[in-house]
Structure formats: structure tokens, C-alpha cells
């Protein structure tokens, strides 16, 4: 059996431990904080700064794992491309972690190296630069920090006014020590789409059924599988998806980010791991869900194809405040449904916005998939977080 240390122990984390558990591997769950959801259903754990290459250095030495597993972008990645010459098997791969956690790199790669179609970009380090990118790539445009996630730092700037704002916004919310952000021509998409794609090491590149998802403040809301796509966008979305995931090697899940529009399908980013919209498959949308395809993925242990059983919809749990001992209330109400299930992560503390559950909703395949969603969506609101 294997020995996992996994770097991020978020929700996401938790489910793929969860996974990992069932078959016996062990699981080492490191977070900057102690109680983190994935330590609750770990092995053992360990508190860290993940951007200090020392520390991590030293639990590397201390556990010897088999695989390192990132859950977050926020690592020093540079360490990863070192554990593997040592044999250690980075997922997917150390290029893969190091150059998403960067939106520089893996913009480059996406839209230099392997011409796929985004929007418009240019970088500034400093408001004066963003005044330059901005009157370069036009209004309105987006600003996020190159280290980012979730939407943090991230602002949409509609009048030259809002580039000051838009600099300091992104200031603050940068979560690695890089003073630098992009600034992405606005994407006027139809709809946007998630194509959660799998490599494995001995056999074929597998696509799931694409998600749908709703954002607001560039953190999504709800998702939902599957979304209706024409068979053209999907086909120009797994032949980008293929592109980019085998420029980055490695065998594991990717949550693979698509802007639909009129013009086709923008590549927009990646997370080299299963993506929060992902959760959905939570809802028993699939014969495997987003964490057991990611385990089998960077275990080697086939997948010998992944089948839609329904249509489902996941909505987010936000809380509305700061709070040492957040407790939930209206549970109750949520079991008593049929169709409909939930997660509460555990995080120890709240904060506004920050995403401590999920509602999912699922009914058999064919039924509107929009009424499936204004299901979880509704039914989401019907758990409160005491602060
Ligand atoms: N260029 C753009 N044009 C229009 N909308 C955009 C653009 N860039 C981002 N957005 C909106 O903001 C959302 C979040 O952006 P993005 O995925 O780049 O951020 P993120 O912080 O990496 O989020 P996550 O880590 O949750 O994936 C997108 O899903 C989309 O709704
Ligand atoms: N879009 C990326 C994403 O959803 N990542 C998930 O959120 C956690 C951080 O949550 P927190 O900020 O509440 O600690 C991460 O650990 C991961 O599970
Ligand atoms: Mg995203």
C-alpha cells in the first residue's frame, strides 16, 4: 500500500482522502492550520507553511511518501521538481503543480506554446503597468493576482477609475510573494464550463461529461452535470483539454476551465487536481466520482471507462461572517428531502464567503437540468451558520 502526503487538506482534500481510505492507502495531511477538514479523516498531519521550501523539505524527509498530492496552488513548487528526481511521484506531475501555480506559466504555455484561444492578456507589476495593460487589452477587463485562487484579489475593472482600486484589491488578496497580476480582455461567454479530463499512465485520456457552474465574486456558486453543450464546443474543448494536459504530463485528474461563446471555445485555466465545481459528481452523477478518478488516475489502477448515471447540481454553503465555533442548523430539514444530500466540511473557523458545505441534488438522467439546480440552490438556503 502507498504512503500519500497530501499538501492542502481543504474540502477537496477531505473527499480524496475519504477515497484513498476506503482502499487502504495512507494519508499525511498537511495545512498552514491545525483541524484542517482532510487532517479530521487522515493518518496523520502536519502543520506548515507550504511556500517555506524548507519546512516542507523536512516533512518530505520526515514521512518519505510514495506520492505528494497538491490540493492548493499556494506551495513552493519548485521544491516538487526535486522530490521526483528523488522518486518520489509528484501528481500529476512537478511541471503540472509548479506551472499552475503560477497563472504566468501556464497562460504562456496555453496560448504561446500551444496556441489555444483565450482572451487577450498582458502582466504589470505595479498600478502604473496596470494602466498601461489596461488601455492595451481594453475595457472592461479583469485583474487578478498571478497567485491566486477562489477569486481572491480578483476584480473586474469597467471604467478607468477602477484600475487604482483594481491594483490594491489584488494586492491584498495575493496568496503567494509574487506582486504581480494578469489582466484578461473580458470574456463576453454564453455559458462556462469545467471538462474534469483524466490521464492515466498505461492507458487512454478519459473525459467526464462537462459541469456547468455559476460564479459570483470569480468563486462559483452552483454546478451542474451535465451541462448542455453542442457536439462542435466539446469537441474543440477535449481537443484543447488533451493539448494541455499532456504538455503538462502526469497521470491524474484535471479540472479544465472553458468560456463558451460565439466565436467557440476559450481556454480560460486548469487546476491539476479535482476542481471545486467537481463536486457535483458528489451528487452520484457519475459511475466514479471527481476524488476516485483522481485516486485511480495517480495510483495506476485502471479506469476502463467513467459513465453518466444522472443529472445533478451542487450549491454552495457560504458563511456570512467571522466565527471561532460556526454550528449549523436546518439540517434536518435538508435530510427530509428526497434526491438531495450534503456535506459540511468542518473547517474550524468562518469568515465571510468563505465555503463551509454543500447541498447536492440529483434525479435521473434527461431531467431538466436547471430544475435539478434551482433545487440545490433553493435547498441551500435552507441550512443557516451560527456565528
Ligand atoms: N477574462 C475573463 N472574462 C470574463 N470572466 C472571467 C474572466 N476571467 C475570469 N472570469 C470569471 O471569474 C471566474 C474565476 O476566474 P478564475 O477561474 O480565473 O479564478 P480563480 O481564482 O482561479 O478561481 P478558482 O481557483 O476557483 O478556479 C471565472 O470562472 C469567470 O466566471
Ligand atoms: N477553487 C479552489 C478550491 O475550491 N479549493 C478548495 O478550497 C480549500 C480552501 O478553502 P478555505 O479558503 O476555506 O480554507 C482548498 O483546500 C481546496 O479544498
Ligand atoms: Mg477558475
Same mark, same amino acid.
Given at each position: 500500500?502507498?504512503?500519500?502526503?497530501?499538501?492542502?487538506?481543504?474540502?477537496?482534500?477531505?473527499?480524496?482522502?475519504?477515497?484513498?481510505?476506503?482502499?487502504?492507502?495512507?494519508?499525511?495531511?498537511?495545512?498552514?492550520?491545525?483541524?484542517?477538514?482532510?487532517?479530521?479523516?487522515?493518518?496523520?498531519?502536519?502543520?506548515?507553511?507550504?511556500?517555506?521550501?524548507?519546512?516542507?523539505?523536512?516533512?518530505?524527509?520526515?514521512?518519505?511518501?510514495? +506520492?505528494?498530492?497538491?490540493?492548493?496552488?499556494?506551495?513552493?513548487?519548485?521544491?516538487?521538481?526535486?522530490?521526483?528526481?528523488?522518486?518520489?511521484?509528484?501528481?500529476?506531475?512537478?511541471?503540472?503543480?509548479?506551472?499552475?501555480?503560477?497563472? #504566468?506559466?501556464?497562460?504562456?504555455?496555453?496560448a504561446k506554446e500551444l496556441g489555444l484561444r483565450t482572451a487577450n492578456y498582458r502582466y504589470a507589476t505595479s498600478a502604473e503597468e496596470l494602466q498601461k495593460a489596461v488601455a492595451e487589452v481594453g475595457i472592461p477587463c479583469?485583474? #487578478?493576482?498571478?497567485?491566486?485562487?477562489?477569486? #481572491?484579489?480578483?476584480?473586474?475593472?469597467?471604467?478607468?477609475?477602477?484600475?487604482? #482600486?483594481?491594483?490594491?484589491?489584488?494586492?491584498?488578496?495575493?496568496?503567494?510573494?509574487?506582486?504581480?497580476?494578469?489582466?484578461?480582455?473580458?470574456?463576453?461567454?454564453?455559458?462556462?464550463?469545467?471538462?474534469?479530463?483524466?490521464?492515466?499512465?498505461?492507458?487512454?485520456?478519459? +473525459?467526464?461529461?462537462?459541469?456547468?457552474?455559476?460564479?459570483?465574486?470569480?468563486?462559483?456558486?452552483?454546478?451542474?452535470?451535465?451541462?448542455?453543450?453542442?457536439?462542435k464546443d466539446i469537441a474543440e474543448a477535449q481537443e484543447m483539454a488533451r493539448k494541455v494536459t499532456e504538455a503538462l504530463g502526469g497521470a491524474g485528474l484535471f479540472g479544465v476551465e472553458f468560456f463558451l461563446t460565439d466565436?467557440?471555445?476559450?481556454?480560460?485555466?486548469?487546476?491539476?487536481?479535482?476542481?471545486?465545481?467537481?463536486?457535483?459528481?458528489?451528487?452520484?452523477?457519475?459511475?466514479?466520482?471527481? +476524488?476516485?478518478?483522481?485516486?485511480?488516475?495517480?495510483?495506476?489502477?485502471?479506469?476502463?471507462?467513467?459513465?453518466?448515471?444522472?443529472?445533478?447540481?451542487?450549491?454552495?454553503?457560504?458563511?456570512?461572517?467571522?466565527?471561532?465555533?460556526?454550528?449549523?442548523?436546518?439540517?434536518?430539514?435538508?435530510?427530509?428531502?428526497?434526491?438531495?444530500?450534503?456535506?459540511? +466540511?468542518?473547517?474550524?473557523?468562518?469568515?465571510?464567503?468563505?465555503?463551509?458545505?454543500?447541498?447536492?441534488?440529483?434525479?435521473?438522467?434527461?431531467?431538466?437540468?436547471?430544475?435539478?439546480?434551482?433545487?440545490?440552490?433553493?435547498?441551500?438556503?435552507?441550512?443557516?451558520?451560527?456565528?
Amino acid at each position: 500500500m502507498s504512503k500519500i502526503l497530501l499538501l492542502g487538506s481543504g474540502e477537496l482534500g477531505k473527499e480524496f482522502v475519504i477515497a484513498a481510505q476506503r482502499i487502504g492507502q495512507t494519508v499525511i495531511a498537511v495545512d498552514s492550520y491545525e483541524n484542517a477538514p482532510a487532517m479530521q479523516v487522515a493518518h496523520g498531519f502536519e502543520v506548515i507553511n507550504m511556500l517555506d521550501g524548507a519546512e516542507l523539505d523536512r516533512i518530505v524527509a520526515k514521512h518519505q511518501p510514495d +506520492f505528494i498530492v497538491p490540493e492548493i496552488e499556494a506551495i513552493r513548487t519548485e521544491r516538487f521538481y526535486d522530490y521526483e528526481k528523488q522518486g518520489i511521484t509528484v501528481v500529476p506531475s512537478a511541471k503540472a503543480a509548479n506551472f499552475t501555480m503560477n497563472r #504566468k506559466a501556464i497562460r504562456d504555455l496555453a496560448a504561446k506554446e500551444l496556441g489555444l484561444r483565450t482572451a487577450n492578456y498582458r502582466y504589470a507589476t505595479s498600478a502604473e503597468e496596470l494602466q498601461k495593460a489596461v488601455a492595451e487589452v481594453g475595457i472592461p477587463c479583469v485583474v #487578478k493576482p498571478l497567485m491566486s485562487s477562489s477569486g #481572491k484579489g480578483q476584480s473586474t475593472i469597467k471604467t478607468e477609475t477602477d484600475i487604482e #482600486k483594481a491594483w490594491q484589491y489584488a494586492e491584498e488578496g495575493s496568496r503567494g510573494d509574487i506582486v504581480e497580476v494578469i489582466v484578461e480582455a473580458f470574456v463576453n461567454f454564453n455559458s462556462e464550463i469545467t471538462l474534469l479530463t483524466v490521464t492515466q499512465n498505461n492507458n487512454p485520456t478519459l +473525459f467526464c461529461a462537462p459541469i456547468g457552474h455559476r460564479q459570483e465574486r470569480g468563486d462559483y456558486q452552483e454546478s451542474w452535470q451535465p451541462a448542455i453543450v453542442s457536439d462542435k464546443d466539446i469537441a474543440e474543448a477535449q481537443e484543447m483539454a488533451r493539448k494541455v494536459t499532456e504538455a503538462l504530463g502526469g497521470a491524474g485528474l484535471f479540472g479544465v476551465e472553458f468560456f463558451l461563446t460565439d466565436e467557440g471555445v476559450y481556454f480560460s485555466e486548469l487546476s491539476p487536481r479535482p476542481h471545486d465545481t467537481g463536486m457535483v459528481t458528489l451528487a452520484g452523477t457519475q459511475n466514479f466520482n471527481e +476524488f476516485e478518478l483522481h485516486l485511480r488516475a495517480v495510483l495506476s489502477l485502471p479506469i476502463f471507462e467513467i459513465t453518466l448515471e444522472k443529472a445533478g447540481a451542487s450549491a454552495v454553503i457560504l458563511a456570512h461572517g467571522n466565527s471561532n465555533n460556526p454550528t449549523y442548523s436546518g439540517i434536518s430539514a435538508v435530510a427530509a428531502l428526497p434526491k438531495t444530500d450534503f456535506r459540511i +466540511f468542518g473547517k474550524p473557523t468562518s469568515r465571510p464567503y468563505r465555503r463551509m458545505g454543500v447541498v447536492l441534488t440529483h434525479d435521473s438522467l434527461g431531467t431538466n437540468i436547471e430544475t435539478v439546480t434551482e433545487k440545490a440552490k433553493e435547498v441551500a438556503k435552507l441550512i443557516t451558520i451560527n456565528l
